[in-house]
């Protein structure tokens, strides 16, 4: 199973082939417009939209395949924007944080953590260690502790043997800056996962300042 996330920046419908180039099973784009406004959806069967009254933009899913995604019934505490989705067998959360950051996703966490377990998160975190300071005991360090405690942990960190903090690759741009790149965007997967994780090189600035991480899973083992 290949997930791919992005972060679009806005306007979709003008970029939407520089992600499905990609060929996965289940894609998950943030910041999107009015999904009635993207022509090349209306020949998608399985495709769930969540956008939050007063925002502009929000959160898609899609695939291809002929596999539904199904919603799991959630309260997000008004959260923005974390949605459970049953796909091909797997809990994934779909992640785009929004206003409280890393503090909200902390506190969506600790109050569903019985729900977590062998759950993949995969999502714009929009949040680095590197600022924990900024967010009190609801911080990334905090985080990534309580996601270890149940069995999860971040894909990218470790399979390149990093520890939080010390990429060195980015997912983002400040400014599509490449003198400005961070690590924001993550998949945190169940400990007994096979996988390969990817980030995408930094062309994709021309169309957003977040590059396409991908997620592939090994459904075998």
Known sequence: MKICYWNCNGAFR???????????????ISEVEDIDKIDFLDDVNHKLYRRIDGDQKGILFFTFLDEEIIPIENNNYGIRYIIPVMFLSHKIYGVWMKGGYIEDLYTYCAVNIKHLSNAIIMGDFNSNVIWDKKHGDRNHTRFDFMMKQIGIHSAYHQQEAKQLGEETDYTFYM?????KGYYIDYAYVPVNMVYHFSISDNTLLD???????????DTDS
Request: charged letters at 35%; aromatic letters at 12%; a positive charge.
């Open 14 to 28: 003008k970029k939407y082939k520089q992600i499905i180039k990609e060929e996965a099973d289940l894609y998950i």
């Open 207 to 217: 169309y957003s300042d977040h590059m396409i991480i991908t997620l592939s899973v």
């Open 175 to 179: 400014y599509r800056k490449p003198d």
